[in-house]
C-alpha cells in the first residue's frame, strides 16, 4: 500500500512534469492498482487546493462555498 506522502510525491512529479492534478492523480491510482475514490485519504491538503483550483478553472465544480459541489465537502464526507 501506497503511503500518503509517496502519493503526493508521485502526483507532484507528474505536475513538474506538465500532467494537470487530476490527471495525475488518475495515472498514480492506475500505477499503484487503486481505485480513484480510494485516493481520496492519501490527498494531502496542498494538493487537494491545487485540485480545487484546477476544478474551478474547468468549471467542472460550483464556485461557491456554500454549493453542494465542492472539493472541500467531497473530502470532508
Given at each position: ?31 499503484n492498482n487503486l481505485e480513484p475514490?480510494?485516493s481520496k485519504r492519501l490527498i ?34
Amino acid at each position: 500500500m501506497i503511503s500518503k506522502k509517496e502519493f503526493t510525491d508521485a502526483v507532484e512529479k507528474l505536475v513538474i512534469r506538465g500532467s494537470d492534478v487530476l490527471s495525475a492523480i488518475i495515472k498514480v491510482c492506475e500505477d499503484n492498482n487503486l481505485e480513484p475514490e480510494a485516493s481520496k485519504r492519501l490527498i494531502s491538503a496542498p494538493l487537494k487546493e491545487k485540485l480545487q483550483a484546477e476544478a474551478k478553472g474547468l468549471n467542472l465544480i460550483n464556485r461557491g462555498e456554500n454549493s453542494v459541489g465542492t472539493i472541500t465537502k467531497f473530502f470532508s464526507v
